[in-house]
């Protein structure tokens, strides 16, 4: 396929899975057939891809803090565990006076010994946080051609209820612009 035709069947699947525009709106602002639309609809499967398109960036922004926040409260609530040795954890027999046996453990302070298991985070920990982290900063950085498309379209809508000819002017342009970008790989 060539380079154009790919450019317009990347900017239709846009338009129709995001933007939800019927086949005919597709094929009028992407200066093609509506069959052809209707082509690349049914190949492509883009009802189902329009259906599910559940996995929005918010919605991935929004799963990405609430597992950092998960990660954090059980970090938080982690019951301390010190590293005592075995053998201080078992009792030992001893003799009383009356010559009878009996078990006690050890007397022994807690706060002596190191904590092995806490309420800080451990190595994997930073690791997970440090990755989660990483990802919710490049999502919230990164523009892709989806973004850029929301707001072209958030534009139009606003100068439409202004002076709708300019809107269709300014559509023109916008799908323009956009197929540039697409072009060049600048997403």
Known sequence: ?????????????????????????????????????????????????????????????????????????????RPIVRDIPASLLKPIKLKTSSGDEVLEYPKINVLDYPIKIGNIPNTQDSLVSTQITNNIKKLETETNIGETISVAKALVLFVRSIDSAFANQLTTYCDAYIKQKMTDGSK
């Not at 509506?34 to 190949?43: A, F, L, M, S």
């Not at 803090?65 to 409260?73: G, R, V």
């Open 1 to 77: 396929m060539a380079v154009k035709k790919q450019v317009e069947k990347d900017l239709a699947k846009i338009l129709f899975v995001n933007d939800k525009l019927d086949r005919k709106e597709v094929s009028i602002r992407v200066n093609v057939t509506e069959k052809t639309v209707g082509k690349w609809v049914t190949e492509g499967d883009w009802e189902k891809l329009r259906v599910s398109l559940l996995t929005t960036k918010d919605n991935v922004l929004k799963d990405l803090y609430s597992q950092l926040d998960n990660l954090n409260k059980e970090i938080a609530t």
